[in-house]
């Protein structure tokens, strides 16, 4: 059972999301607003995941994802009416972990939440001690990552993804193949996910984000991690 945050102005929906969640075995709290949300986070409400609306009163979805994530590594999922590949792109690249567009199968968002949590989890404790490539660190034990020393505060999608890549180094992986390892998605998932997250997590590791050294793209075949 997920303890689910769900951010929705519609009461008819939320009230119809809420009751088809909880009879898949999570639990919901609704808040209404992004404002609301936000405070309740601050609180520290207990929540393994948030369902986000992008279209709210006040405060939009977008920005509630990025304040979101300044503070926390909660996984963050978007809902959208707007399948629109640039409000797709904003939100990934916001931090968001994963969306749906509405209307969608309840099912289907229950699959979400437990793909979203599962990437959270962390690796098995007899994974690889500490691995390197130039200047970053990645320890798949205590799940840090540092950089010339300093630690990294990655989400839990851009640490499974960078987990990925180092478990095979060198290697191009597909986005297809990324969806599949990451996002637990087959054929019919959305590659727009791997390049935002690809890009949030160049941020991070890269000294120069635009101009790669570490995890390069392999043009027309996915992305590698390679040792500089």
């Keep these: ?3 689910v945050l769900l951010v929705e102005d519609d009461d008819a929906l939320a009230e119809a999301l809420s009751l088809a969640l909880g009879s898949l075995g999570h639990s919901v709290e609704v808040a209404a607003t ?3 949300a936000l405070a309740l986070l601050s609180e ?3 929540t393994d995941v948030v369902l986000l609306d992008v279209m709210l009163p006040g405060i939009d979805g977008f920005e509630v994802c990025r ?9 963050l999922i978007l809902l959208t009416a707007r399948g629109d590949a640039i409000d797709v792109v ?9 969306y749906v567009v509405k209307p969608t199968e309840p099912r289907i968002i229950d699959a979400r939440i437990k793909a979203v949590l599962r990437r959270s989890m962390p690796p098995d404790a007899n994974t690889d001690p500490c691995l390197r490539f130039g200047p970053l660190e990645i320890d798949p034990l205590s799940l840090v990552v540092t ?22 180094p060198g290697q191009v992986l597909s986005r297809q193949v990324l969806l599949r390892q990451v996002w637990d998605y087959g054929y019919v998932g959305d590659s727009r996910i791997v390049d935002a997250a690809v890009a949030r997590l160049r ?3 890269e000294e120069d984000a635009g101009n790669p050294v570490l995890l390069r793209t392999v ?9 500089p």
């Design 1 to 3: 059972m997920a303890r």
């Design 90 to 98: 904003v939100g990934l690249e916001g931090g968001a972990d994963d």
């Design 203 to 205: 941020a991070k590791i």
């Design 147 to 168: 950089r010339d020393g300093q630690e990294l505060h990655l989400t839990a999608t851009e640490l499974r993804l960078l987990l990925e890549f180092a478990d095979r």
């Design 34 to 36: 992004g404002e609301r």
């Design 219 to 227: 043009r027309g075949l996915g992305y590698r991690l390679v040792k």
């Design 44 to 46: 520290g409400h207990a």
């Design 67 to 75: 304040r979101i994530r300044i503070a926390s590594t909660v996984p």
